[in-house]
């Protein structure tokens, strides 16, 4: 099984460590950019986008994730730092798939809320934790569209990226992390 880092600045870092060693992968808290090197494919948590960015900054994680060549897998937070562009927060976005993020978009009446979702690539459904959630507003003809809720793209994928609005973390249902561990062994 491949050995993955969750990157170690702010949010739910522990929850993805635990998930990560539940499927039998190793994994690694990633506080420095030299760390990359060791690792095979690479989380960026959910937690504030806002911190996350500022720290990523501070520690010279920006250019290092931008030309990390193997998978990356985003989750809320996450999602909006990986995206192309991010309405309101020009500072966020790596850039390094090709969507359009809002941030803390979903839920008017209740900002978190939990609901089974098709997800392609999985055969059941998926109970998706949504807190504070992004929504995607425009997806490239690039980018494959893994799960859409109330009309919004909530999980997609492009080369060796993968996001999701939701937080698979959360649940004891790994079968979303799987599909993020089979694209790092096929890279
Ligand atoms: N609202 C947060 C942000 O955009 C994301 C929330 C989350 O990761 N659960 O920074």
Redesign the pocket.
């Known amino acids: 099984m491949p050995h993955v880092g969750v990157l170690g600045l702010q949010?739910?870092i522990s929850e993805h460590i635990k998930q990560l060693e539940s499927i039998g992968c190793t994994a690694a808290v990633i506080k420095t950019p030299s760390e990359l090197s060791s690792i095979d494919g690479l989380i960026i948590?959910?937690?504030?986008?806002?911190?996350?960015k500022k720290l990523m900054d501070i520690y010279g994680f920006t250019d290092a994730i931008q030309s990390f060549s193997k998978p990356i897998f985003g989750?809320?937070?996450?999602m909006?730092l990986l995206a192309r562009e991010a309405p309101g927060n020009p500072d966020?976005p790596l850039g390094l798939i090709d969507l359009v993020v809002q941030?803390?978009a979903s839920g008017r009446q209740r900002s978190s809320f939990e609901t089974s979702l098709a997800i392609k690539g999985l055969d059941e459904p998926f109970n998706a934790i949504?807190?504070?959630?992004?929504y995607c507003l425009h997806a490239s003809e690039e980018v494959e569209i893994l799960s859409a809720y109330d009309g919004h793209i909530v999980a997609a994928k492009q080369r060796g990226i993968l996001v999701s609005s939701f937080?698979p973390e959360l649940t004891g249902d790994p079968r979303f992390l799987r599909l993020f561990i089979q694209m790092v062994k096929e890279a």
């Open positions: 949010g739910a948590p959910g937690g504030e986008s806002t911190a996350i989750t809320c937070a996450g909006v966020l941030r803390n949504f807190i504070r959630a992004p937080h």
